[in-house]
Nanobody, 124 residues
Framework: QLQASGGGLVQAGGSLRLSCAAS????????MAWFRQAPGKEREFVAA????????YYTDSVKGRFTISRDSDKNTVSLQMNSLKPEDTAVYYC???????????????????WGQGTLVTVSS
């Protein structure tokens, strides 16, 4: 079970931090990710992190602005979003899976567990 939090309204150039708490045990191949969906658009990959190795992945549009991290003590994954742009406006979803091959990490359909969305609105 995943519980996301941290969305809100921010001006362009501002920052927000999203968090997602996971309950239950994680496997060595556990992957947690953030996806987003803007109105009228398909859900898209934002970032992911492999739990054991901390290897992270980002979509090109957020590289250098967003940072994904995890806290194994709290079983949470966070997404620090800086230099936000109006085009970052979307509902953000955290997702998790116990076993993903690298080629599947960016594909939302491969994730078994989803949190509720949290709305991020960036005003211009």
């Amino acid at each position: 079970q995943l519980q996301a939090s941290g969305g809100g309204l921010v001006q362009a150039g501002g920052s927000l931090r999203l968090s997602c708490a996971a309950s239950g045990r994680t496997s060595s191949n556990y992957v947690m990710a953030w996806f987003r969906q803007a109105p009228g658009k398909e859900r898209e990959f934002v970032a992911a992190i492999k739990w054991s190795s901390r290897i992270s992945y980002y979509t090109d549009s957020v590289k250098g602005r967003f940072t994904i991290s995890r806290d194994s003590d709290k079983n949470t994954v966070s997404l620090q979003m800086n230099s936000l742009k109006p085009e970052d406006t979307a509902v953000y979803y955290c997702a998790a899976d116990n076993s993903l091959i690298q080629s599947s990490i960016r594909q939302w359909s491969h994730y078994d567990y989803w949190g509720q969305g949290t709305l991020v609105t960036v005003s211009s």
